[in-house]
């Protein structure tokens, strides 16, 4: 060897050992991601953070358990180096089934540019949809061991789409979007699962207080003390609504929503006579059970509101509980006074949702039926949707909290804990310290 080709073999070996740190970082294949999920105290909404863009910026988005995908406002403010419109007829434009292309006549900028595709962003909030821009952008989050979070993450041509600031009326303050976590091959958990190779499935662990989590991709979720809470879970399988829910929708369109299959309805050990037909989805799209995290309380079909609220206040009676007058939202409030209260939240009647058969059961006790609205008056936190509603059961965030819900997108099945407080732990136990 001369001491040339000694010389390059050297400074090979040194660019080897400079390249290799950023090659490990391309090459790590995270397992699952993990987000933090705040409940903001004046709307009732749950809110998450993801960075987005070059150079990153940290941005504020409710989470939309049935959302089509995630949409930020891209009017105010929004520079980035590799945000790229997607080009009409462009493989993006399908893979996120849009057919609409449009001009934009006025300077370009994120969410102007000739020659794009567009979808529809919903604000499902305030029931608002308009056009948008799909786009790419890069996105970055935490990956998870299911114990912590790790090192992060990034997807560098992730889809969304952009909307005018207008749509944020009536979001939490702070907050400039939406992320969809929706059955479209562009909400978060497909988009993720794809760029990570981890299986279709995500959950969500809803908490009042603090910080509650949803993660990406299989478990384990372990909730602080060492709780596994993927090892608690029921399975029911999850029914697809053939019409679109959203506020605009082209005709053939599916419903990005979960829905699931109640069969009956049971407070305590009684069955509630209800009309069944109100259970099911009929070929208009009408009716049938969907999990909500943007209600704020679960939201049931007059009919099926007066016959669970009387079941409800007779089992109460049986029970000694004192009713007292309603308090607005709700109208079945009791005395807080003999109330008992267990792990499982103040002792009151307990409500089931019967799914695929008898032995399988959503109960929701005490904590997640009773709303506090003084120290003295506890309300049964269900309101009353009216007659002839899309959709006749809304389990809404409220009846979701402290409960995890894996919702596997492959094999079209939701798997529920039950209420966490029963396995002693919480959704607000995930150890957010970082272990990198
Ligand atoms: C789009 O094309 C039109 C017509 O050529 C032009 O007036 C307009 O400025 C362009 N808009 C953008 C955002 O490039
Ligand atoms: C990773 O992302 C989290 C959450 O956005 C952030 O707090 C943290 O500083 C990031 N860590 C690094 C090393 O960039
Ligand atoms: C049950 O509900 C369906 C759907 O709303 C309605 O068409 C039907 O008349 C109801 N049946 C009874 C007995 O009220
Ligand atoms: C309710 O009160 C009645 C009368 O005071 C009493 O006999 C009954 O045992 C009480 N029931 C419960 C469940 O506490
Ligand atoms: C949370 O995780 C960190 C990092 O692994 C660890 O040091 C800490 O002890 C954990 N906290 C609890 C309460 O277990």
Known sequence: MDNSSFQRLLTLL???FLIAPSWAQQSFRPKALVLKVKKDASTL???????????????NLLLDLGGQFLWVD???GYTSSTYRPARCRSAQCSLAASTACGDCFSAPRPGCNNNTCGLTPDNTVTHTATSGELAQDALTLQSTNGLNPGRNVSVS???????????????AKGVSGMAGLGRTKIALPSQLASAFSFPRKFAVCLSSSSN?????GDG????LPNVDASELLTFTPLFINPVSTASAFSQGDASAEYFIGVKSIRVDDKVVPVNTTLLSIDSNGVGGTKISSVDPYTVLEASLYKAVTEAFINAAAARNLTRVGSVAPFEVCFSTENMGSTRLGVAVPIVGLVLQ??????WIFGANSMVSVSDEVLCLGFVNGGENPRTSIVIGGYQLEDNLLQFDLASSRLGFSSLLSGSRTTCANFNFTSST
């Open 74 to 76: 891209c009017d105010a």
């Open 157 to 171: 041509r992730f889809l969304f789409t952009c909307a005018p600031t207008f749509l944020l009326q009536g979001l």
């Open 14 to 16: 040194l660019l080897l």
């Open 357 to 362: 058969n008898q032995d399988t059961v959503w």
């Open 45 to 59: 909404q749950y809110v998450t953070q993801i960075n987005q863009r070059t150079p990153l910026v940290p941005i």
């Open 212 to 216: 509650g989590v949803a993660f990406f």
């Open 220 to 223: 384990p979720y372990v909730l």
